[in-house]
T-cell receptor
Framework: GQQVQQSPASLVLQEGENAELQCNFS?????MQWFYQRPEGSLVSLFY?????KQSGRLTSTTVIKERRSSLHISSSQITDSGTYLC???????????WGSGTKLIIKP | GPKVLQIPSHQIIDMGQMVTLNCDPV?????FYWYKQILGQQMEFLVN????????KSKLFKDQFSVERPDGSYFTLKIQPTALEDSAVYFC?????????????FGHGTKLSVL
């Protein structure tokens, strides 16, 4: 089965609402990363978060290794936050990232 | 911040032709990677490369694929010959090291359309 599962698959919010995205993994891992994929496909690295909580502006990532989960919180969402958010876990020593299938976020005005 | 540049952003070629995708990694990075994402599907690891050699490759990295970084210039992915199922977006990434506190930096991707 899938080693990295993201939820929800899609999320529609009004501008200003908070978004909570989840990533669960079924095996042990070395680290977890979050990426934002713009609607046209380009990829932006958001967080490298092996454990604990990291914050960057309105974005907060929390990884709890022993519970095999990571979350991405977006506060006061903006229309420009729309896109696909991908989590990926690193397992092993050669940086093979195993990707989730993504959460498609749509922020409406 | 550090940037990985991929050239071109879109490439259209006929099946059976050769194609080379170019990646200009972050200048002091030592490890390089290619990932493939077919439209609507998950992104998947292809290969990683260090010190002039392939470190590890996935089953998606077919015999028709090759990578190199001649003289520290572009890190390239060559597909020869191309097949229809090679149509995808190919993402290049680089990192300074492979310790767990290193992060990957990704390019914006090259969309390859094989006709």
């Amino acid at each position: 089965g899938q080693q990295v599962q993201q939820s929800p698959a899609s999320l529609v919010l009004q501008e200003g609402e908070n978004a909570e995205l989840q990533c669960n993994f079924s095996t042990s891992l070395n680290s977890m990363q979050w990426f934002y994929q713009r609607p046209e496909g380009s990829l932006v690295s958001l967080f490298y978060n092996p454990s604990g909580t990291k914050q960057s502006g309105r974005l907060t990532s929390t990884t709890v290794i022993k519970e095999r989960r990571s979350s991405l919180h977006i506060s006061s969402s903006q229309i420009t936050d729309s896109g696909t958010y991908l989590c990926a876990m690193e397992r092993g020593s050669n940086y093979q990232l195993i990707w989730g299938s993504g959460t498609k976020l749509i922020i409406k005005p | 911040g550090p940037k990985v540049l991929q050239i071109p952003s879109h490439q259209i070629i006929d099946m059976g032709q050769m194609v080379t995708l170019n990646c200009d990694p972050v200048s002091n990075h030592l490890y390089f990677y290619w990932y493939k994402q077919i439209l609507g599907q998950q992104m998947e690891f292809l290969v990683n490369f260090y010190n002039g050699k392939v470190m590890e490759k996935s089953k998606l990295f077919k015999d028709q694929f090759s990578v190199e970084r001649p003289d520290g210039s572009y890190f390239t992915l060559k597909i020869q010959p191309t097949a229809l199922e090679d149509s995808a977006v190919y993402f290049c990434a680089s990192s300074l090291g492979q310790r767990t506190n290193e992060r990957l930096f990704f390019g914006h991707g090259t969309k390859l359309s094989v006709l």
